[in-house]
């Protein structure tokens, strides 16, 4: 394994093991979601680029644009719980209630 291959696997597995311990606050899981897909998407433009091939080349430009579409539904999402429950604490907020 490269040192470059090992550095984008283990920032995705920081983000991966950011998001499985520390869900206290609704942003710091946002924030580890938005780091892993990040991640992924500067391995698959290494790949393309290592591929020399123009047949995936709109594929990381596809998973930016879903990154930005999550990120911006989670920031959404974050705004509503803050003003509905008081904050983003991941304990106060409740499904089943509406």
Request: net charge negative; with cysteine.
């Amino acid at each position: 394994m490269s040192p470059v291959h090992f550095a984008f696997s283990s920032a995705f597995m920081l983000g991966l093991t950011g998001l499985a311990f520390h869900r206290t606050h609704l942003l710091s899981a946002l924030l580890c979601l938005e780091g892993m897909m990040l991640s992924l998407f500067i391995a698959l433009s290494l790949w393309t680029l290592q591929l020399d091939s123009t047949n995936f080349s709109g594929a990381p430009m596809l998973l930016l644009a879903f990154s930005a579409c999550e990120a911006s539904a989670g920031l959404a999402l974050l705004v509503a719980a803050a003003r509905t429950h008081g904050s983003d604490h991941l304990q106060n907020l409740n499904l089943l209630q509406c």
